[in-house]
T-cell receptor, first 116, second 115 residues
Framework: DAGVTQSPTHLIKTRGQHVTLRCSPISGHKSVSWYQQVLGQGPQFIFQ???????GRGNFPDRFSARQFPNYSSELNVNALLLGDSALYLC???????????????FGNGTRLTVT | QQQVKQSPQSLIVQKGGISIINCAYE??????FPWYQQFPGKGPALLIA?????SEKKEGRFTISFNKSAKQFSLHIMDSQPGDSATYFC??????????????FGQGTILTVHP
């Protein structure tokens, strides 16, 4: 069974550039969440999407945006990159619905973004 | 109030020993407490989770103990093995409002099990 897949696995960008990260959820999962994991810290919640609508947003600037497509895959976009955006970006999918909000999150292996 | 505090930062245990990792939270609205295991270069993987209506949950060598009044929970790894060497994260979430689908993670514990 295919797990959560993310692309690319590694990315190097320059300050001020824009980046798009992609995620394909586990088949049947309609909820996708994005997390940022800075080296040595726990993941920090960025967004959650369910049925193509934003259902949750973490404490991140407006430079961060995301969307979910009809096939439930998702993109995370970051504009005007800063050095501090260097991190592992994790995508997670689940069977989450408003009635079963504690469905386990299944994480991908992430995209390692380095901003120079 | 949204923080989850985890300790210790690192832990070294001998093979066959018991590993204990502790977490504390402030937000009384939290009602779901999972533990994740992360190996280098991999995403976190769910180990075990508990809800506050029970005080303990055991799955194989992994046990969560939960103390609602103290707002603390812990992970016990019995008969620790070198293959358990990884980073462990506790987390918490709650229903309602903008918290839907949001896990708040602890800072992580790097566990090393010596053979």
């Amino acid at each position: 069974d295919a797990g959560v897949t993310q692309s690319p696995t590694h990315l190097i960008k320059t300050r001020g550039q824009h980046v798009t990260l992609r995620c394909s959820p586990i088949s049947g999962h309609k909820s996708v969440s994005w997390y940022q994991q800075v080296l040595g810290q726990g993941p920090q919640f960025i967004f959650q999407y369910y049925e193509k609508e934003e259902r949750g947003r973490g404490n991140f600037p407006d430079r961060f945006s995301a969307r979910q497509f009809p096939n439930y895959s998702s993109e995370l976009n970051v504009n005007a990159l800063l050095l501090g955006d260097s991190a592992l970006y994790l995508c997670a999918s689940s069977f989450w619905t408003s009635l079963s909000y504690n469905s386990p999150l299944h994480f991908g292996n992430g995209t390692r973004l380095t901003v120079t | 109030q949204q923080q989850v505090k985890q300790s210790p930062q690192s832990l070294i245990v001998q093979k066959g020993g018991i590993s204990i990792i502790n977490c504390a939270y402030e937000n009384t609205a939290f009602d779901y407490f999972p533990w994740y295991q992360q190996f280098p270069g991999k995403g976190p993987a769910l180990l075990i989770a508990i809800r506050p209506d029970v005080s303990e949950k055991k799955e194989g060598r992994f046990t969560i103990s939960f103390n609602k009044s103290a707002k603390q929970f812990s992970l016990h790894i019995m008969d620790s093995q070198p293959g358990d060497s990884a980073t462990y994260f506790c987390a918490a979430s709650s229903a309602g409002g903008t918290s839907y689908g949001k896990l708040t993670f602890g800072q992580g514990t790097i566990l090393t099990v010596h053979p």
